[in-house]
């Protein structure tokens, strides 16, 4: 049977490289397959799982709003984050979760033994990967989100949506970040930065030695942002580890196995390969 990764477009998308990696070395005789689909079929995708013709699927831009609407059966992060992406059969119902957040946070603990808990963020961005990772964010019990969005008001949206937890929020202008000394990492979750010429104006003169730069991008390797932190001495990350790390959860919800942090060096390793 076929995984299908669904989105719009979809032909640079790695996640069947990742996939199909672990279904061969767990032996799985499924296959992993992009697919991309206009919105009009999505509801296709969750029949198809109903009838037990496709194992689950993926949903990735732009149609992860647009599944959540469309699902009945929603886990946790999903229903925080208004967005669903991956779909998997429980007990003869069809769910959705957004696996985002926590391969975000999955990967700073590999790679970077970074514990969230208790540490303060900036994240920069208020679209739909941002409400994915704070939701997970305030899952592992960060102390404080500071909120840097280029349009004001969907920064203030995002703040509104989140603010009932125990952790604290600020917004601050997208033409003057300026974070202080308790900013343990910041989080770009905005695509800007795709294009090599993009870089976002961060005033760096308060930033603690500690503090980390990560950039759910992927492509590039390394954003003109990335680059600017490492050159004065930071540590930074890029989208990779995310991007194997929520694939991992993903393979857990539609085979009940929880791969290794082996098996996610491998299959990082083979998507770096593609560079
Ligand atoms: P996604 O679901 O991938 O997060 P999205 O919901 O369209 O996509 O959100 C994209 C994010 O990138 C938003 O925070 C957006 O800022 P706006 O809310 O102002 O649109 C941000 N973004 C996109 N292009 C940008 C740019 N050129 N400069 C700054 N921010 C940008």
Known sequence: ??????????????????????????????????????????????????????????????????????????????????????????????????????????????????????????????????????SELINRKVAKIVISNRTKKRGVELIEKFQNNDTKFKLIDWKKIEPDSSIDLIINTTSFGMNENETIKINMKNLKDSIIYSDIIYKPKKTQTMKIFERKGFITQNGLGMLVNQAAESFKLWFNIKLTSQDIIEAKELCEKTY
């Open 1 to 134: 049977m076929n995984i299908y990764v669904i989105g719009k477009p979809i032909k640079h998308s790695m996640s069947p490289i990742i996939h199909n990696y672990w279904l061969t070395k767990y032996s799985k005789s499924h296959i992993y397959k992009k697919k991309e689909v206009n919105k009009a079929f999505l509801p296709q995708i969750i029949k198809q799982i109903k009838e037990h013709k496709i194992i689950g699927a993926n949903i990735t831009i732009p149609y992860k709003k647009d599944m959540f609407k469309l699902l009945d059966n929603l886990d946790k992060n999903a229903i925080q984050s208004k967005a669903v992406n991956t779909i998997y059969r429980k007990e003869n119902l069809i769910f959705g979760e957004n696996t985002d957040g926590v391969g975000y946070c999955e990967a700073l603990k590999r790679e970077k033994k970074f514990e969230i808990s208790n540490k303060n963020v900036l994240v920069l961005g208020s679209g739909g990967a941002s409400f994915g990772i704070i």
